[in-house]
């Protein structure tokens, strides 16, 4: 298939995700055709909708002010090597990429809070394999859409570029960068919400009162709820959705300085285009598959629907390559990013559902600090195999395609995000079909199968944090060596050939990118605990103020409990937002290029493994304490569950703020460089200047 003819069919790639949108649209139209239920079941469905498009809102505003400070930026700065000034068409971009992801997560946030209610219904109707088939046909309109609006977007940026290779890449970054940033901001903002509601209900309701989690007496349950889909759809697709951007802008960027000769370039830069959009085909396939296997083990029905979706995609990728190529490297490397992202899943699964979650309930019977230490060992040792599985990975996809090999590996972990971002959805739309099962008192045997969904979606959500941070190391890896061939490419003149780590400027930039992620971290940390404790003094006014809300006679304030962790989740998620794109400019003008190297090697490295603890920590503190509330080592209400109480409530913010923000950040600070590469490789460091050097 000669080059002419490739080209060709880029022109229906646009389509080919314009058509995958339109799915995903029929797929929110079957699932609303599913009944609500009772009256009482659709009213706390009302309000976790109201509550959940609120913060999206308000969130979105204020991401929109920052956005119209980028592009500003962009549009002023950003020139081509040939002095062009392409920095408004830079900026154009990068507004686009950041409406895709807010769009994604809009409609992906309106499916999922529709979705839960009538989850919970068709289990109280049907029982576990329709409720599971409901909220995966939920999950998969956010899944959909994430992969459809990439496909879209670097498809349309592709063609309206590719008349001019050199300027091509620089133009499509943008778009990245505008994914990562609005990534950042949703997946910080949403998981400040999400664990800050949950950890301030929990601690009075369940660990206080002595109530039921979700119990409807509890004025933070709806906005815990709310939380599940602000923090784990939108926040996680976003995540998912600049992982899979971040993942083919790389291999553009370095596709197009492999080559001097523009058909090379164009082949080496529409190649991932193409993968993407054979991955898309691919996880429509999947998606639908759960028809056939809704029958099966829940589990192994949402394993399957992946492992089908894998298979069509190495087919295709297979026939792709040795068309386009002439040769099947790339495919290899393909295929290695891929198997490394299925491993990295099997490895997150075991930590997170295996038998590591019974080691850390059985420590629970010697008390909450045995609780700790336990889950803190487990995250520990969860690190090892994921970073062993890379390294094979990132040697592997190098031998079969060097460094545009290891970028392809990244776009083999995510081609099928469509599939991927279905199941993680499926967890907290399952999730909060079991909270609307608790309000709405429908029985201990409807939440049994809820209950089940819910361990299954934990399981499924560190998988799919598991892809996110292992793509996150190999985009990371691939834009950082992008970053310096654009260095070379723009200014040969400072000798850039590498990071010498015996230069005291790079040895500088490394401790000081290593030290990003821990501030990340604790910035939000930090930010959970201080909304949290607002949230839980309202709760203990309402249980001390409000007369007979315990005995079920007086409603609860719910919109006080949404308006408080609301304005502290979009207040506190500025700092860390502004940080990972103000810091690797911030090091770029100090010292210079080669430290912003370093910087970024050291952010990557402990970002890396931090995330993989964090998540995989929390998820198993969480696990354990389900298996102990399905009746083992006592049940609920014993010393065993309170102790395992305290360890989920810890490991809250670890899985879903501060562990899922680290791949985000290492990607965004790396888009970032490359972004910004024109100005840096021109700019005499301020410190030389000062120094006189």
């Known amino acids: 298939m000669n080059t002419l003819t490739m080209e060709n069919l880029m022109v229906y790639v646009p389509w080919l995700g314009i058509l995958a949108m339109v799915f995903a649209v029929v797929n929110f139209i079957i699932v609303k055709k599913y009944p609500v239920g009772s009256e009482k079941m659709n009213t706390v469905a009302e309000k976790i909708h109201s509550g959940a498009m609120v913060f999206l809102r308000k969130e979105y505003s204020i991401i929109a002010i920052f ?10 700065v950003i020139k081509s090597p040939t002095g062009e000034a392409v920095g408004w068409w830079t900026g154009l971009a990068y507004v686009c990429g950041g409406l895709c992801s807010m769009g994604a997560g809009l409609f992906g946030m309106e499916a999922a809070t529709r979705s839960s209610v009538r989850s919970c219904n068709a289990a109280k109707e049907s029982g576990t394999p329709q409720a599971l088939m409901v909220a995966f046909l939920g999950g998969s309109v956010m899944g959909i859409s994430v992969a459809a609006l990439g496909v879209i977007g670097l498809g349309v940026a592709y063609l309206l570029n590719k008349d001019n290779p050199t300027v091509a890449p620089i133009i499509i970054n943008g778009f990245a960068m505008g994914a990562s940033s609005i990534a950042l901001f949703a997946r910080v903002g949403g998981g400040i919400y999400t664990k800050s509601a949950d950890v301030g209900s929990d601690l009075v309701g369940k660990i206080e009162a002595g109530i039921p989690e979700d119990d409807p007496r509890n004025p933070g349950v709806i906005a815990d709820n709310v939380g599940d889909c602000v923090g784990d759809t939108a926040g996680m697709g976003a995540d998912l959705f600049e992982s899979y951007v971040g993942s083919v802008v790389a291999a553009i960027a370095i596709g197009a300085t492999m080559s001097t000769v523009a058909v090379e370039q164009l082949k080496l830069m529409s190649y991932p285009i193409f993968l993407i959009a054979i991955g898309l085909v691919a996880s429509l396939i999947g998606i639908y598959s759960i028809h056939i296997l809704k029958k099966i083990d829940p589990q192994s029905a949402l394993r399957y629907c992946t492992f089908i979706s894998g298979g069509f995609f190495l087919i295709g990728a297979a026939f792709l390559t040795q068309n386009m190529m002439g040769k099947l490297d790339f495919f290899w490397a393909t295929l290695a990013g891929m198997v490394c992202g299925i ?72 081609a099928t995000v469509g599939v991927v971002m279905a199941t993680d959805s ?70 850039f050939s590498g990071i010498d780590i015996t230069k005291p400027e790079v040895t500088i930039g490394l ?42 006679k007086a409603e609860p304030e719910v919109e006080k409990c949404i308006a408080i ?118 700019f005499t460091p301020l410190l030389l200047r000062f120094f006189g050097k």
């Not at 990371?476 to 260095?487: D, K, N």
């Open 426 to 495: 499926y967890g907290p739309i399952a999730d909060n079909a079991g909270g609307i099962a608790e309000m709405s008192g429908l029985g201990p045997e409807i939440r049994k199968i809820t209950d089940k969904l819910d361990a299954l979606g934990n399981t499924t959500a560190a998988i799919g944090k598991g892809f996110a941070i292992g793509s996150a190391a190999l985009t990371a890896l691939a834009l950082f060596s992008a970053f310096q061939q654009t260095i070379k490419a723009l200014a040969p003149e400072l000798g």
């Open 343 to 414: 491993l990295i899943g099997v490895e997150s699964e075991y930590f997170t559902s295996g038998p590591p979650v019974k080691e850390v309930a059985r420590a629970s019977q010697s008390g909450a600090a045995t609780t700790m230490i336990s889950g803190l060992a487990v995250g520990f040792k969860s690190t090892i195999l994921p970073v062993v599985t890379l390294c094979i990975a990132i040697f592997l996809s190098f031998k079969f395609g060097h460094l545009y090999g290891i970028a392809l590996a990244g776009i083999g972990m995510l």
């Open 67 to 76: 956005m119209a400070i980028v592009f500003v930026t962009l549009g002023l």
């Open 565 to 682: 962790v609301t304005e502290g989740s979009l207040k506190e998620m500025i700092i860390p937002g502004s940080l990972a794109v103000i810091c690797p400019i911030a090091m770029g003008l100090l010292f210079g290029p080669e430290a912003l190297g370093g910087f970024l090697a050291g952010a990557t490295t402990t970002g890396l493994l931090l995330g993989v603890f964090m998540a995989n920590s929390g998820a198993t503190w969480d696990n354990a304490k389900k298996w102990i509330e399905e009746g083992n080592l006592g049940g609920k209400g014993t010393e065993t569950h309170k102790a395992a109480i305290v360890g989920d409530t810890v490991g809250d913010p670890f899985k879903d703020t501060s562990g899922p923000s680290m791949n985000i950040l290492i990607k965004l600070m790396s888009i970032v460089s490359l972004v910004f590469a024109p100005v840096l490789a021109k």
């Open 511 to 552: 401790f000081l990118g290593g030290v990003m992620p821990f501030a990340i971290a604790a910035l939000t940390m930090e930010a959970v605990g201080r909304a949290a404790n607002v949230l839980v003094m309202e709760i203990r006014r309402q249980f001390k103020e409000i007369v007979g809300i315990m005995e079920g």
